[in-house]
Nanobody, 128 residues
Framework: QVQLVESGGGLVQAGASLRLSCAAS????????VGWFRQAPGKMREFVAA????????YYADSVKGRFTISRDNAKNTVYLQMNSLKPEDTAVYSC?????????????????????WGQGTQVTVSS
C-alpha cells in the first residue's frame, strides 16, 4: 500500500505560520482526493481541509476558513496545508488521508470513513 508521510509540524507561537506536507511514497499515486484531519488531546479527530487531485475543488472546516489553504503539487505527489494566523486551539496531531477510488462523490469528504489511506501524523503545537 502506498504510504503517506506528513512533515512540517512543530512548535510555534500564536500568530505564526506553518506549512504541512503530505507526500506519497509512490510517484504513480493518483488519489481522487486528499484530506487533512487533526486530533487534539482528549478530543475526536476532526476534518480540516480537503482537495480533489485535479485541484478543482477545495473544502475547509469553518474553524480554519480564511487562515488555512490546501494545495497540491501533482508533479511532486504532495499535498500541502498552509496554516496562517495559528491559534493555541489549532494544537493537534495533523494527519493526511487519501481517497483512492476515482469517480467518487465528494459529498462525505469531511468524514474519516471517506478516506482509505492514512498517514501517521505530525504534531503542531501553538503556544499563546
Amino acid at each position: 500500500q502506498v504510504q503517506l508521510v506528513e512533515s512540517g509540524g512543530g512548535l510555534v507561537q500564536a500568530g505564526a505560520s506553518l506549512r504541512l506536507s503530505c507526500a506519497a511514497s509512490e510517484r504513480s499515486f493518483r488519489p481522487y482526493a486528499v484530506g487533512w484531519f487533526r486530533q487534539a488531546p482528549g478530543k475526536m479527530r476532526e476534518f480540516v481541509a480537503a482537495i480533489t487531485w485535479s485541484g478543482t475543488n477545495t473544502y475547509y472546516a469553518d474553524s480554519v476558513k480564511g487562515r488555512f489553504t490546501i494545495s497540491r503539487d501533482n508533479a511532486k505527489n504532495t499535498v500541502y496545508l498552509q496554516m496562517n494566523s495559528l491559534k493555541p486551539e489549532d494544537t493537534a496531531v495533523y494527519s493526511c488521508a487519501a481517497k483512492t477510488l476515482w469517480r467518487a462523490s465528494m459529498t462525505y469528504h469531511y468524514t474519516e470513513s471517506f478516506y482509505d489511506n492514512w498517514g501517521q501524523g505530525t504534531q503542531v503545537t501553538v503556544s499563546s
